[in-house]
T-cell receptor, first 110, second 113 residues
Framework: GNSVTQMEGPVTLSEEAFLTINCTYT??????LFWYVQYPGEGLQLLLK?????DKGSNKGFEATYRKETTSFHLEKGSVQVSDSAVYFC?????????FGQGTTLQVKP | AAGVIQSPRHLIKEKRETATLKCYPI?????VYWYQQGPGQDPQFLIS???????DKGSIPDRFSAQQFSDYHSELNMSSLELGDSALYFC????????????FGPGTRLTVL
């Protein structure tokens, strides 16, 4: 079946550092890909999405490119802030339901 | 803008009791999804409804049932609760299209004692 694998956390960075969170997927066909963010005690918020190969999703300084050849959707941000501290989930969808990765906790220190 | 509403936000039950979780989707959204998130885990898909009909089913125990009503709100009924059912239960709504964003509610935290 379909699955999503993320790099394990926690990831601890200093403010203004560069962020990469790796995500790879296995799926039949060409799923849509998403990054969701979950702040402590809150629900999931969509950060960005890409629906076909070579699409780049971007939002709030975060970017991810749908790479069909490497089945990847890595999340990047050039300069993280303390307020970016949260859990980040990569997810795929072929038929509507979301299949999530394990989540990666990001902690940004001042 | 209106968001997905879930009630209650917190629920404490004893083993073998029943629980009902409610979800009110964003107006005009026709699809509702339920997810279960255990402590430190990723959300797991339980079940979904489109236009009041079950559209997909995931790892939902037989002790659980759900439905979507004519006003599009959905309820997740959980019976014979077990300790392992303690989790955060999310409802999400969307327009029926796999490209469309699912908007998540704040979740219901269920604790089974």
């Amino acid at each position: 079946g379909n699955s999503v694998t993320q790099m394990e956390g926690p990831v601890t960075l200093s403010e203004e550092a560069f962020l990469t969170i790796n995500c790879t997927y296995t799926a039949t066909g060409y799923p849509s890909l998403f990054w969701y963010v979950q702040y402590p005690g809150e629900g999931l918020q969509l950060l960005l999405k890409a629906t076909k190969a070579d699409d780049k999703g971007s939002n709030k300084g975060f970017e991810a490119t749908y790479r069909k050849e490497t089945t990847s959707f890595h999340l990047e941000k050039g300069s993280v802030q303390v307020s970016d501290s949260a859990v980040y989930f990569c997810a795929s969808s072929n038929t509507g339901k979301l299949i999530f990765g394990q989540g990666t906790t990001l902690q940004v220190k001042p | 803008a209106a968001g997905v509403i879930q009630s209650p936000r917190h629920l404490i039950k004893e083993k073998r009791e029943t629980a009902t979780l409610k979800c009110y989707p964003i107006p005009r959204h026709d699809t509702v999804y339920w997810y279960q998130q255990g402590p430190g885990q990723d959300p797991q898909f339980l079940i979904s409804f489109y236009e009041k009909m079950q559209s997909d089913k995931g790892s939902i125990p037989d002790r659980f049932s759900a439905q979507q009503f004519s006003d599009y709100h959905s309820e997740l009924n959980m019976s014979s609760l077990e300790l392992g059912d303690s989790a955060l239960y999310f409802c999400a709504s969307s327009l029926n299209n796999r490209y469309n964003e699912q908007f998540f509610g704040p979740g219901t935290r269920l604790t089974v004692l």
